[in-house]
């Protein structure tokens, strides 16, 4: 499984447009990207995956470069409610008894400011 | 939306007590999954399931034992708790292999003394 690295923290102001990075330089062809967030209190939450290029739905945004060695979650128009750790996770969903195990690091951890 | 409840949600014992840990899910999912969280560690795979009579180690499954009577409840045990098992536990389910996407329940915070 590829590791990933991401920045320990961001700050933001409410109302900003946050992306958060996460590198993956020893991605396989067979990884896909895969997006949580976790808010204090709470279990995590998927917030979206992607396997190359660009994909959005109605939370977020993802962007993954050409080479698929770097990940760019994008939150546009963060509210306190975002604040949150956002966890980048690859895993290889071709590889036999995987069983959709997924491993979380660290995350990075986003504060929203008013 | 998916629905992984978890009992009890606050839970303090002593260190050799039994404790038993509940999960519930309503999503007709077949996998099912404990997790513990602790600072500087992030979530850690205890054990899962992929159906009823099912288990499956983790990576950290020492001291945990898990049962998974039904599609619906997975139990994870702590026959003889230790303060290392102090804990933030989360229960989570998914659908069939390759979605990857699980729906985590609110947790369980274990207090071990």
């Known amino acids: 499984l590829a590791k990933t690295t991401q920045p320990p923290s961001m700050e933001a102001y409410e109302g900003q447009e946050v992306n958060v990075s996460c590198s993956h330089t020893?991605?396989?062809?067979?990884?896909?990207i895969y997006w949580y967030r976790q808010v204090p209190h709470q279990g995590p939450q998927f917030i979206i995956q992607?396997?190359?290029d660009y994909v959005v739905n109605e939370v977020a945004s993802l962007f993954i470069s050409a080479d698929r060695k770097l990940s760019t979650l994008s939150l546009p128009w963060v509210s306190l409610r975002d604040a949150a750790v956002y966890y980048c996770?690859?895993?290889?969903?071709?590889?036999?008894?995987?069983?959709?195990?997924?491993?979380f690091g660290a995350g990075t951890r986003l504060a929203v400011c008013p | 939306e998916a629905a992984v409840t978890q009992s009890p949600r606050n839970k303090v014992t002593v260190t050799g007590g039994n404790v038993t840990l509940s999960c519930r899910q309503t999503n007709s999912h077949n996998y099912m999954y404990w997790y513990r969280q602790d600072t500087g560690h992030g979530l850690r795979l205890i054990h899962y399931?992929?159906?009823?009579?099912?288990?499956q180690i983790g990576d950290v499954p020492d001291g945990y034992k898990a049962t998974r009577t039904t599609q619906e409840d997975f139990f994870l045990l702590l026959e003889l708790a230790s303060p290392s098992q102090t804990s933030l536990y989360f229960c989570a389910s998914s659908a069939p292999l390759g979605t990857y996407e699980q729906y985590f329940g609110p947790g369980t915070r274990l207090t071990v003394l």
């Open positions: 399931s992929y159906g009823a009579g099912n288990l």
């Open positions: 996770i690859v895993t290889d969903i071709l590889l036999s008894g995987s069983f959709n195990k997924l491993t």
């Open positions: 020893n991605i396989a062809t067979s990884e896909y």
């Open positions: 992607g396997y190359k």
